[in-house]
């Protein structure tokens, strides 16, 4: 089993920038997949961008050059660094993380953009 706990959502105004954290614990294999997801009011969750164990990355086409995550796998840690924050960014935002063939999600923190 393996728990998500996230942290750094909230309020900001667009154009501005937010950082999000999500620590894993638990029982965790390497070759492990982390990332985030979100879902906005009445729309399906999607995925916004997600790193392997071994570096290599990959992003939503409405997140990139926007958003950068990265991950500290001594601590089991991913960050997502949301720059130039839209209206459209407004969602809930989950971390996942695939580790030995289970997923596994966060309980989520609120990102809203709003003027």
């Known amino acids: 089993q393996v728990q998500l706990v996230e942290s750094g959502g909230g309020l900001v105004q667009p154009g501005g920038s937010l950082r999000l954290s999500c620590v894993a614990s638990?029982?965790?294999?390497?070759?492990?997949?982390m990332g985030w997801y979100r879902q906005a009011p009445g729309k399906s969750r999607e995925l916004v961008a997600a790193?392997?164990?071994?570096?290599?990355?990959n992003y939503s086409d409405s997140v990139k050059g926007r958003f950068t995550i990265s991950r500290d796998n001594a601590k089991n840690t991913v960050y997502l660094q949301m720059n130039s924050l839209k209206f459209e960014d407004t969602a809930v935002y989950y971390c996942?993380?695939?580790?030995?063939?289970?997923?596994?999600w966060g309980q989520g923190t609120q990102v809203t953009v709003s003027s």
């Open positions: 790193m392997w164990s071994g570096g290599t990355t």
């Open positions: 638990g029982n965790i294999f390497s070759g492990n997949v």
């Open positions: 996942t993380m695939r580790s030995g063939g289970l997923t596994y």
